[in-house]
């Protein structure tokens, strides 16, 4: 494959929380504009890859390239949707000044969000059906208006490739269809996401490619060629359909 | 009253006093704001005590009693106490509160071994040592206050310059720093101004009762709004406005030293706030939750009512009122206020579903099927 | 040694005990500033007591002051429930705002309460011998020597009784209901205890010591070992070893007792927190460096292992593709080598039938997310470590 049309590109990284080993010696390349589900169970360091890719956590071997060159040169042309878990929030602030950070890292340091700003936040907020919602305190949000707050921070950033952990976990039917519909505009403009993904149900409904993970990385390509009972097994061990009826 | 505000445009000394209690209380309400939002509330008593020792140490090296040098020392041992804190809970597995409880205790016994070892010598020109303990805002001078505005300055000015910065590094970190902004540096500037505010805090309430000036202005002002800024300035001005008071009621008494009275101050500004804050408030919260509960109430013996007067082709048939005494939730009380929503006539003994009501009921019905 | 000086040991000693147990429970349950809080918020109990009782030592006012820190505990409870603030911010507000009362009722009664904040706070062991009890005429000793006795006695009957109970909600509240043991009451057993063995304690040694007497030996002694028995004895050790030390370092440099035995307990810790076998600062240090060269040496066996083309085994692949600094790369390979792992050839690098046989093992542990597996296995495999 040719390195330009790789939106990511990892080569055998290792990552270890405290010495004991979370991901080994993986190699993956996403080619551009595809929308792939990372999935494989608890533990398989899913969060951990993409933590690793957006240079969160410091991995102990192996590149990884964004459009052919280290992240830290590609920074705008990614974002990045956390866990909902991960913040605190009963933070004193709105959804909109939530949304508006998206645009920070285009400003850098010191330089204050002006009106272009907080039209981009607006226009996100917009496409995640976040708007007449914009003032409200966000513990006051919903679970679902939440998780749409993050994405619609993550479109603010403007980027390439869209990195997000987990954006279906606890939401409602109205936020999934939402998060859904994001993906698919996303895909249409071109974009490449990652989403690390729990409900192995809808993989083939929302996604075209696919990486399973368990540690070590099992399998990835499209999802018609490889999303089958083989490599479910192989990620899931033989209690797999479990999983996927859970 | 009409009294203390003339003697405090006379009195050159309780002027500087008041104004120095002012100041230190915005500083500490402001940069207390950053220690709450990150869950540190408790390093600001740690650092506080953890300061004891560089006090004595920098007056038993320099022989100096100006409180800059003195000042400096506590910064230093205050940033030691707070990086070794760190130390503790990063590389060991013992947790925050132990190593909190730890290194408050230590660095305290130490200071106070130096302090009487201090005390017990020969050259002892020490008085005013001690008022570090419980701090003595009588012994502020004017050099005192300059240098206490001239942090707030600088701090105020760093605050708005990396306002942003802060903000979202406050609020969720890990992302900060895929925007590609040195968390470490944000978090090092936040962390040496607290401790900064602490530092110098210190002549005027002491070390014991540093924690809560810092804390109590941003426990309250967190109650009012939702708002960053806002709660940072409303931190600031409750501050102040308990340094001020507070030095203001232990000035008009005997023996009342300005720090606890500053304390039970912006401790009663917690309290109000926790209880009567409109939207977080003990108060209005159990309010709400009756009148969920009438409404409640309500609703179901509305429902009872859809139950009965479903059966009849005219839904506005007038019943006795004595049948709904097999229902529960049914009071003389509910059925007056059912009327007042208009939901129901009443006629002497007799009720009536209007149809206001009865289309109420159905939507309930609808929406519990769903 | 005088007399007063031995009993001033004794003393010194029997309220470093009575501290240290309940400690190392607070220390296990994540409460050790609550030892924090209770020590300031019973100054108002104290002032109080006194006015009831005119004697620091009477039990009245040792229950009623411990009465004070329970209320503070569940003062603090309740302010975290209503979830106005986070966590730690409740004991912040709690206990400054009690303290402050105390002192403005010493202050407002400064004739009637010979009372002296420095002494709450920072105690006088100095003097404890001079407070007598004396019964029926005769002298029977220092009466902070027999309130603390009495605390400790109860203290140790406590917890041999209740042992097991304690033990067990420490370490599995959820085990502690199906076995039909009430978290509750130990929680607030242990807060009685902790709270009366400050009051006692305060006196003696003041507010801020006992918070050092009670975490400072746990803590220590928790960086030393995980078994609850040893831990136990092991604080109670450093508290008695500081207690007496730090007597003698104060005499010698005629300071504060309280502050000497703080500093003693400081040092103590700090020598552990260096120099303790497994958990202390160099050996995690040490251990991580190794650790990190030793992950490194699998990741790279690994990678050799799953890549049969020469490209990718070549040694100057290490640095462009793996990302390692010159130095490290060198180590890992040095390492390989020494251990047999692998063999270089034209700069090509290969897995010996020992490093195959090392790679596949360790493999199958991390897949099967038995990671704990693979140090005992270094030890078959590895003559040198990194």
Not at chain 1, 58 to 82: D, E, M, W
Not at chain 1, 211 to 217: E, P, R
Not at chain 2, 213 to 235: C, E, F, H, K
Request: hydrophobic share 50%; glycine share 8%.
């Amino acid at each position: 494959m040719e390195n330009q049309s790789l939106a990511v590109q990892i080569d055998d990284l290792t990552v270890a929380y405290n010495y004991k080993p979370v991901l080994w010696d993986i190699d993956l390349s996403v080619p551009e504009g595809v929308l792939m589900a990372i999935v494989g169970p608890n533990g398989a360091g899913k969060s951990t890859l993409i933590k690793a890719i957006l240079g969160i956590i410091k991995p102990i071997a192996g590149t990884i390239s964004i459009f052919g060159k280290p992240y830290a040169k590609q920074r705008k042309l990614v974002a990045y949707v956390p866990q909902k878990g991960s913040v605190d929030w009963d933070f004193p602030t709105t959804a909109l000044d939530v949304v508006m950070m998206g645009t920070y890292g285009s400003l850098g340091w010191i330089k204050r969000p002006g009106q272009k700003e907080k039209k981009i936040a607006l226009e996100s907020m917009e496409k995640v059906g976040m708007l007449p919602y914009k003032n409200r305190q966000i513990s006051q949000l919903s679970g679902g208006q939440q998780q749409r707050v993050f994405l619609a921070r993550a479109l603010a950033q403007d980027a390439s490739i869209y990195f997000m952990d987990e954006p279906f976990q606890g939401v409602d039917a109205t936020t999934e269809i939402a998060i859904i519909n994001i993906l698919k505009e996303l895909r249409k403009a071109g974009k490449t996401v990652v989403v690390v993904h729990h409900d192995l149900q809808t993989v083939p409904e929302y996604f075209d490619w696919v990486t399973f993970l368990n540690v070590k990385k099992i399998a990835t390509g499209p999802v018609k060629d490889i999303f089958n009972d083989d490599n479910l097994t192989k990620t899931y061990g033989i209690n797999y359909k479990v999983a996927v009826n859970k | 009253m009409q009294e203390y505000f003339n003697l405090l445009w006379t009195d050159y000394t309780l002027r500087t006093i008041t104004l120095g209690t002012a100041v230190l209380g915005a500083i500490c309400g402001m940069l207390g704001s950053f220690a709450v939002l990150r869950k540190e509330s408790l390093l600001g008593d740690a650092i506080s005590h953890a300061a004891l020792p560089g006090i004595a140490l920098a007056f038993l090296i320099t022989g100096a009693k100006d409180s800059g040098t003195l000042l400096l020392g506590a910064l230093v041992s205050g940033l030691i106490g707070t990086f070794w804190i760190r130390g503790i809970t990063s590389k060991t597995h013992l947790k925050s509160d132990t190593a909190l409880g730890l290194i408050l205790s230590i660095f305290f016994g130490f200071g106070m071994l130096l302090l009487t070892f201090i005390q017990k010598q020969p050259n002892a020109n020490q008085a005013g040592l001690d008022k570090y303990l419980f701090g003595q805002a009588a012994t502020l001078v004017e050099s005192d206050v300059k240098l206490m505005i001239i942090v707030i300055g600088i701090s105020l000015f760093v605050m708005l310059l990396f306002w942003k910065e802060f903000k979202i590094l406050l609020f969720d970190a890990d992302y900060t720093k895929t925007l590609g902004f040195n968390t470490k540096f944000i978090d090092v500037l936040i962390t040496f101004l607290i401790v900064l505010a602490i530092v110098l805090g210190l002549q005027t309430v002491g070390v014991v009762l540093m924690s809560a000036i810092l804390l109590a202005p941003a426990a309250a002002s967190r109650q009012w709004t939702n708002n960053l800024g806002t709660m940072v300035l409303l931190s600031a001005l409750i501050g102040a406005f308990s340094g001020v008071f507070g030095t203001a009621i232990s000035a008009s008494q005997n023996n009342l030293s300005t720090g606890p009275v500053i304390v039970l101050v912006a401790g009663a500004f917690v309290l109000f706030s926790f209880i009567f804050s409109p939207k977080r408030g003990l108060l209005f919260r159990e309010i709400r939750f009756r009148k969920n509960r009438t409404d409640l109430k309500l609703m179901k013996t509305l429902q009872f009512m859809y139950g009965i007067a479903q059966d009849h082709e005219n839904i506005s048939h007038p019943h006795a009122i004595r049948i709904l005494n097999n229902f529960q939730g049914y009071t003389r009380d509910s059925l007056k206020k059912l009327e007042h929503e208009g939901w129901i006539s009443i006629d002497g003994q007799q009720w009536a579903m209007t149809p206001k009501g009865y289309k109420q009921a159905q939507e309930m019905y609808n929406q519990q099927k769903k | 040694m005088s007399n007063p000086q031995i009993e001033i040991q004794l003393i010194a000693a029997i309220v470093a005990m009575a501290c240290a147990i309940p400690g190392v429970f607070l220390v296990l349950r994540k409460m050790a500033l609550i030892s924090d809080a209770i020590s300031h918020a019973i100054l108002p109990g104290i002032v109080i007591g006194f006015f009831i009782t005119q004697d620091l030592n009477s039990p009245l006012l040792i229950l009623l002051a411990a009465f004070t820190g329970v209320i503070t505990v569940v003062l603090v409870e309740f302010i975290q429930k209503t979830g106005l603030v986070k966590e730690d911010t409740a004991i912040g507000l709690v206990f400054p705002v009690l303290f402050s009362i105390g002192v403005i009722l010493i202050a407002k009664n400064a004739n009637d309460v010979h009372l002296d904040v420095d002494a709450v706070l920072l105690g006088e062991l100095a003097f404890a011998p001079f407070d007598r009890l004396m019964v029926g005429g005769s002298d029977w000793g220092p009466k902070s020597l027999w309130v603390m006795g009495s605390i400790l006695v109860i203290t140790v009957s406590l917890l041999l009784l209740f042992f097991k109970e304690l033990k067990v909600t420490t370490f599995d509240a959820g085990l502690s209901s199906v076995l039909g043991i009430s978290p509750v009451i130990m929680h607030y057993g242990l807060m009685s205890v902790s709270s009366i063995t400050v009051v006692g304690a305060f006196d003696a040694v003041g507010a801020i010591l006992v918070v050092a007497l009670m975490i400072a030996p746990a803590a220590t002694a928790y960086l030393l070992t995980e078994d609850l028995k040893k831990m136990i004895w092991l604080s109670v050790l450093f508290g008695v070893f500081s207690a007496i030390s730090g007597y003698w370092v104060a005499n010698i440099l005629d300071a504060s007792i309280s502050g000497s035995i703080a500093t003693t307990l400081g040092v103590i810790f700090l020598a552990v927190y260096l120099f303790a076998p497994k958990k202390g600062l160099i050996s995690v240090l040490y251990r991580q460096k190794q650790q990190r060269i030793e992950v490194s040496l699998i990741t790279f066996l690994l990678h050799l292992n799953r890549h049969e083309e020469e490209s990718e085994r070549h040694i100057n692949h290490l640095q462009e593709h793996i990302n390692w600094q010159a130095v490290r790369a060198r180590t890992v390979l040095d390492l390989a080598e020494k251990n047999n792992l692998i063999e270089i050839e034209n700069d090509v690098v290969s897995l010996t039938e020992k490093g195959l046989a090392f790679t596949e093992k360790s493999l199958e542990y991390i897949i099967n997310n038995k990671d704990e597996k693979i140090e005992p296995m270094k030890e078959d495999f590895f003559l040198f470590r990194g």
